[in-house]
């Protein structure tokens, strides 16, 4: 779907946001009735768990009441996870488009093996290409975000939501 003015579309900053703050043990959700943006940590579905089976101990009620929500109504839509955002690809992809043979060949060697992010963080800046894989990544997540947003039919706009 096209960007749209709609109050309830979702802000695609709050999609790239929380693409940013997935991982294992976090889930991003989307309101389809609210355009809401949620972020939940999986324990909030474990106190659920407890909560129902009277032995309730996760502190955060709030996060609970929103992983019951999600669970019992189908207005909400799960954002893709981490493996399927991989970030890996996405350096690789990256280094694939640096014109720069050595350069190009330095990036794509600090992407090989165990601590790969962080030698590939430390050859984007030793390269000075950290701005141009900023740029490369934040177009790369927001294309995926359109794509995610359009494939499952959300009004989206490129405007944060207002704050109440």
């Not at 989307?30 to 909560?51: M, P, S, W, Y």
């Not at 009620?61 to 019951?68: G, R």
């Not at 909400?76 to 720069?100: A, G, N, R, S």
Request: net charge negative; charged share 30%.
């Amino acid at each position: 779907m096209p960007e749209s003015n709609e109050p309830n579309a979702v802000s695609l900053p709050e999609v790239m946001d929380a693409f940013d703050m997935l991982g294992d043990e976090i889930s991003g959700y989307v309101n389809r009735k609210t355009g809401e943006v949620f972020i939940l940590h999986h324990d909030a579905f474990a106190g659920l768990q407890e909560l129902e089976s009277g032995s309730y101990g996760y502190p955060d009620e709030a996060m609970v009441a929103l992983a019951k929500e999600i669970d019992i109504c189908d207005s909400y839509k799960v954002l893709p996870d981490k493996f399927e955002i991989h970030e890996w690809q996405i350096m690789k992809d990256f280094c694939e488009t640096v014109d720069d043979e050595s350069e190009r060949d330095q990036l794509l060697d600090a992407i090989s093996g165990k601590g790969a992010f962080g030698r590939f963080k430390s050859a984007a800046y030793r390269l000075d290409r950290q701005d141009d894989w900023f740029a490369f990544r934040h177009t790369t997540l927001e294309n995926m975000a359109i794509q995610w947003l359009d494939t499952h039919q959300f009004n989206w706009t490129r405007s944060p939501r207002p704050t109440t």
